[in-house]
């Protein structure tokens, strides 16, 4: 993937004055009274922001909110304001929309360094069907464009891909810079040995990202709820753990291939299994290979945990994606809260520490080491589908450095 134009190469004579559109990504979580409940990706954002405001430039901010079917008031990026007024100490406005006349007229009324945040982009389906119509009407608004939403460069909607064609330059924001300076770097030339820690649960999302990662590392760690489809693709009873039956024998294909590359791949030796998933499920801790019927492993055990870190201490580039359990329930939060802790004691001796989005962050968030890892991926499937080697549409679509 090419080098791309960054906000950094434009200086106050180049967006003083300016409208800039910026493609964010605020789709943060709300509670039931649209509380926000986690701010990591407003405030990944905000360098850019005051950047702009700096340099004098018309702050535009555009971001969808969940997969809204039309207007949903649910969806609304109303609760932002307020958190993006006191991070940016500035009073942010709101449109009720984020195209036409009355947004026009707001657009025209932005002093020098003024914030205005647009309505959720995928109130219109035009947004995901990339609509140039659609995409013209958001880039009639500005004089240039800024996208800093790694979290949906994956996406070819409207706003990531088909306004970069109608406004230029099109350059890649702060956080868009660091995420490809991590992840694209540490791919390419990674400092070894080089370990990735792949969980969660379906294992039909991360096989590209396991076959890619396979090319890439010196030892795999496989956790969290894909691991039985590996244990019974060897032959071991899992009782009545999650298995996705149509993938053994890929994954028997992907133990031969780790085997045949030099990988280390290691699956848990123990793990903690319940009658039910459950805060108040019956558990014990058992042989990985021998879960008794009617229990369901549902997070690796203490002596997976001390092989993991004992691991993990002959590395010196880790890039983890997904828990290694069910880790909303205390019971079944062991393993990951271990794998987190264990990365941030390596990060302070020097090892470079990806976390790879989803649940992984959320994760190194409870336990509240996130600010001690190199880096905190904001895109979970942006960062899956460039590990496994894809091009991502929203970063194809900015200028070339």
């Known amino acids: 993937m090419a080098t ?16 800039v559109f910026v ?10 009274n649209c509380n926000i409940t986690d701010d990591t990706r407003i405030r990944a954002a905000v360098p850019t922001f005051k950047y702009l405001m700096g340099c ?3 702050v535009i901010l555009a971001s969808h909110m969940g997969r809204p079917k039309g207007v949903t008031q649910k969806y609304s990026l109303k609760p932002l304001v307020l958190r993006l007024s006191e991070l940016l100490g500035v009073k942010v406005k709101m449109a009720n929309d984020c195209i036409g006349e009355e947004v026009e007229e707001m657009v025209a009324e932005l002093p020098e360094g003024g914030v205005l945040l647009l309505e959720n982009l995928r109130f219109y389906e035009e947004e995901g069907k990339n609509d140039p119509e659609f995409a013209k009407n958001l880039a009639a608004l500005a004089d240039l464009y ?9 996406r070819a909607h409207a706003s990531i891909e088909g306004v970069a064609k109608y406004l230029k330059p099109a350059v890649a924001g702060f956080v868009m810079l660091k995420e490809l300076d991590y992840l694209v770097g540490a791919m390419k030339n990674p400092k070894r040995p080089f370990t990735a820690i792949v969980g969660g649960w379906k294992v039909s999302s991360k096989i590209g990202v396991i076959e890619s990662l396979l090319e890439k590392v010196d030892i795999l760690l496989l956790g969290g709820g894909m691991t039985y489809t590996f244990l019974k693709a060897q032959g071991c009873s899992v ?20 085997k045949s590359k030099g990988v280390a791949l290691l699956l848990p030796s ?13 558990s014990k801790v058992v042989p990985a290979s021998a879960i008794p019927d009617g229990w369901m492993g549902l997070d690796i055990g203490p002596d997976s945990i001390k092989l993991f870190c004992e691991t993990l201490d002959t590395t010196k580039t880790v890039f983890w994606n ?15 809260e271990a794998i987190a802790k264990k990365l941030a004691e390596l990060s302070g001796k020097g090892v470079t520490t990806i976390i790879g989005g989803g649940n992984s962050v959320a994760a190194v968030e409870k336990v509240g080491l996130a600010d001690k890892m190199s880096h905190i991926s904001t895109g979970g499937g942006a960062s899956l589908e460039l590990l496994e080697g894809k091009q991502l549409p929203g970063v194809l679509a900015l200028d070339d450095a």
């Open 322 to 336: 997904g828990p290694m359990g069910v880790f909303v329930f205390e019971k079944f939060a062991a393993g990951t």
């Open 23 to 32: 493609r964010v990504d605020l789709n943060v979580p709300l509670d039931d």
């Open 146 to 154: 800024v996208n800093d939403a790694f979290g949906t460069a994956h």
């Open 56 to 58: 004098g430039a018309k």
């Open 4 to 19: 791309k134009k960054s906000l950094g190469s434009l200086k106050e004579a180049d967006l003083k004055g300016k409208r």
């Open 239 to 258: 009782g009545s753990s999650y298995v996705a039956e149509d993938k053994l024998d890929l994954a028997t294909s992907l133990l031969e291939k780790a």
């Open 270 to 282: 123990d793990v903690v299994v319940a009658d039910k998933s459950a805060s108040d499920a019956d």
